[in-house]
T-cell receptor
Framework: SQTIHQWPATLVQPVGSPLSLECTVE??????LYWYRQAAGRGLQLLFY??????ISSEVPQNLSASRPQDRQFILSSKKLLLSDSGFYLC???????????FGPGTRLTVT | QKEVEQDPGPLSVPEGAIVSLNCTYS??????FMWYRQYSRKGPELLMY????GNKEDGRFTAQVDKSSKYISLFIRDSQPSDSATYLCAPGKGGATNKLIFGTGTLLAVQP
């Protein structure tokens, strides 16, 4: 069976500090990978998606970036965090050609 | 106009009630329609989905799509306190990336 992991689960970071969130998927190969942000009272906003190693597409211009160094690893980064970066960050995966996206447990980020 | 509109609730019902959760969308290119359930501080879990118009039933849950009116519904029969969660609709257009557009979610509380 497939499993998706995210860490850390919770993070409190000061404004201007760097960020690195990691997502890994087990039990499948060549998945589509997605990063979403969920702000309080708002829906899930797609930030980045990847259809393969090194292939990243950005949905929303911002101070975040994503990388996919390995087939089942997806990383979300920032060089300098803003207060507005606070939120619940979710990673998801889907099989190539499938409509079904499966989410990880999420990382709750608070920027102070 | 948002691509997907969903009443945020909260919706409070007594145990055993039939619940109707609804979304409207504006993009006629959407082909498949997902429903996710999200418990507090957890990642969303895929509940069910339909492709094109019509109904789909899975146990106590029925998903319904009316493409002519761009209206999506999820019905829950014999609601249980364990159904208390936020329900997110998420239509998608298909294609290589299978991107989904999420509604803001409806918070449901089933009172015992």
């Amino acid at each position: 069976s497939q499993t998706i992991h995210q860490w850390p689960a919770t993070l409190v970071q000061p404004v201007g500090s760097p960020l690195s969130l990691e997502c890994t998927v087990e039990g499948t190969s060549n998945p589509n990978l997605y990063w979403y942000r969920q702000a309080a009272g708002r829906g899930l906003q797609l930030l980045f998606y990847s259809v393969g190693i090194g292939q990243i597409s950005s949905e929303v211009p911002q101070n975040l970036s994503a990388s996919r160094p390995q087939d089942r690893q997806f990383i979300l980064s920032s060089k300098k965090l803003l207060l507005s970066d606070s939120g619940f960050y979710l990673c998801a995966w889907s099989r190539q050609g499938s409509y079904e996206q499966y989410f990880g447990p999420g990382t709750r980020l608070t920027v102070t | 106009q948002k691509e997907v509109e969903q009443d945020p609730g909260p919706l409070s019902v007594p145990e055993g009630a039939i619940v109707s959760l609804n979304c409207t969308y504006s993009n006629s290119a959407f082909q498949y329609f997902m429903w996710y359930r999200q418990y507090s501080r957890k990642g969303p879990e895929l509940l069910m989905y339909t492709y094109s118009s019509g109904n789909k039933e899975d146990g106590r849950f029925t998903a319904q799509v009316d493409k002519s009116s761009k209206y999506i519904s999820l019905f829950i029969r014999d609601s249980q306190p364990s159904d208390s969660a936020t329900y997110l609709c998420a239509p998608g257009k298909g294609g290589a990336t299978n991107k989904l557009i999420f509604g803001t979610g409806t918070l449901l509380a089933v009172q015992p």
